[in-house]
């Protein structure tokens, strides 16, 4: 026969503790941090976009989901193009679409489920680049520049593949961590 475990119930003081951290989830401009006396206040960003403007007031991955699902307009992603300086042939590549389909798209035209998503994650790692290095240009020279930890290629050139754009949000990560590589 198996023993069965009892476990005491948490302590009041414990319960009023936890509470300081919880909130309705994705909600919460700011929590804060007691220790002993010191307080510190963390800012908490909402949404999820930085050129996709249509996703800066989505509070959960689950909306997000549901956006991507109706699809990007071209001129949704037109930022996130301009900023990287990429070419019909690179759009085409990150959309899944051959380059004749891009040269055929107007500003309303719907770019389609996996280009969609693949500028959504595309747009998460700018948003992310953006908060460690804090300016554009900045990032932007990073983003153009040759990367050790990633085989010497440059960070841009690998956002346009599923695969690729996983490895610029890890190296992005890493930089945030303080790896410099």
Not at 5 to 34: C, H, I, S, W
Not at 131 to 158: C, I, M, Y
């Amino acid at each position: 026969m198996a023993k069965v475990k009892k476990y005491m119930p948490p302590a009041q003081e414990d319960v009023t503790a936890l509470n300081d951290f919880q909130g309705e989830y994705g909600y919460a401009d700011t929590f804060v941090v007691r220790r002993g006396e010191d307080r510190v206040s963390y800012e908490v960003k909402r949404g999820y976009g930085y050129f996709l403007v249509s996703l800066r007031e989505v509070h959960s991955m689950f909306d997000v989901a549901a956006h991507l699902e109706k699809n990007l307009t071209f001129a949704e992603i037109s930022p996130i193009v301009d900023f990287l300086e990429l070419k019909m042939v690179d759009v085409a590549k990150a959309a899944a679409v051959s380059p004749s389909t891009v040269s055929r798209w107007s500003a309303a035209s719907l770019i389609g489920t996996p280009g969609s998503y693949q500028f959504f994650k595309i747009d998460e790692a700018i948003r992310k680049g953006m908060e460690v290095f804090g300016r554009q240009s900045h990032f932007k020279s990073w983003l153009h520049t040759p990367n050790l930890s990633l085989g010497q290629a440059k960070p841009v050139d690998l956002m346009l593949s599923m695969a690729g754009i996983e490895l610029v949000h890890e190296a992005v990560d890493a930089l945030h961590y303080g790896n410099f590589l």
